[in-house]
């Protein structure tokens, strides 16, 4: 197939109609909105279709090269992409939304721009230097790599692996069993109830705190410290030792087939229990929450 390139300068459409396999994305300012749908509803629609709502500043190029869909400026490389500076990205700006098939590669790059990505199966991966990123009803791999953006997770099933210098990660009914996470000083809160594969959790923060909800009853060799922080622990079978300085929270859960690791330095850490779905609603805490003790847990 050959390759089509289309320069976009002002509001536009466009419907592909073979088939988008691989989707990149990069933006400075602005949207971006990536939908995996269905190929039959996207069939019914005439394809995988674009639609840049707004363009202010340099034009967006818009390649189609065999089933690749590049919608990018031209300056701005996926290679060494959060080390992009330049002082020209503030006089621009772009709304970009993308119905793509659910099986879909999605590649999204932000700079100052807010991204949501959701319904994709195929793999998943975010990079910005600044900017919110929301993740929805991802089944496939997801990483996500911020400077100073935050990363809110929902409902995300594949394995997840997110790096970041001061963003936030708040993971939210969270069905996958592997998460990965590690920051200099943004904060972490985790909500999991994983399904099918023993828990992989691994989390590593410098100065933020971290707040880890797993449901009852769970199978997790827990291995969980901070260095001068303090730290809460809902679970009767685990033990919290350390009276001064430096605080861990060891056990088993369960049958201890999964794995949940949790290090910060100065940053609070409290493990919470999810209660069964009957005893009503219970409200998710939020990172400045970290080193709160909620009603049944025990504090240090």
């Known amino acids: 197939m050959a390759e089509s390139t289309w320069e976009v300068a002002e509001p536009r459409k466009l419907t592909f109609d073979d088939p988008v396999t691989s989707l990149n994305v990069r933006v400075v300012n602005g949207t971006v909105n990536v939908v995996g749908t269905d190929e039959s509803v996207l069939n019914e629609q005439g394809g995988a279709h674009l639609e840049i709502s707004q363009v202010e500043g340099p034009p967006l190029i818009v390649t189609r090269d065999g089933s690749t869909l590049t919608i990018a400026y031209e300056d701005l490389p996926w290679k060494g992409f959060l080390n992009w500076l330049d002082r020209k990205g503030r006089h621009r700006s772009a709304v970009v939304s993308v119905a793509v098939p659910a099986g879909t590669e999605v590649e999204v790059g932000v700079v100052g721009a807010g991204a949501v990505v959701s319904g994709v199966r195929g793999r998943t991966d975010v990079r910005g230097v600044s900017g919110d990123t929301t993740l929805v009803g991802l089944s496939g791999a997801v990483r996500a790599d911020t400077v100073s953006g935050n990363v809110e997770a929902q409902a995300v099933t594949g394995e997840l692996r997110f790096h970041s210098v001061s963003g936030d990660l708040t993971v939210v009914e969270g069905a996958g069993s592997s998460v990965r996470a590690d920051s200099v000083s943004g904060d972490m809160v985790v909500d999991v109830d994983p399904t099918g594969e023993p828990t992989d959790i691994k989390l590593t923060t410098v100065s933020g705190g971290i707040a880890i909800r797993l449901p009852h009853p769970t199978d997790a060799r ?64 939020s990172p400045s929450r970290a080193g709160t003790a909620p009603s049944d847990t025990k504090e240090l």
């Open 222 to 285: 827990v291995e969980v410290n901070t260095a001068s922080g303090a730290v809460s622990n809902a679970f009767e079978d685990l033990r919290v030792s350390g009276q001064w300085g430096a605080h861990k929270i060891t056990g088993t859960l369960g049958a201890g087939t999964g794995t949940l690791k949790a290090t910060t330095v100065s940053g609070s850490i409290a493990l919470l229990r999810r209660p069964p779905a009957e005893d009503g609603p219970y409200d998710s805490p």
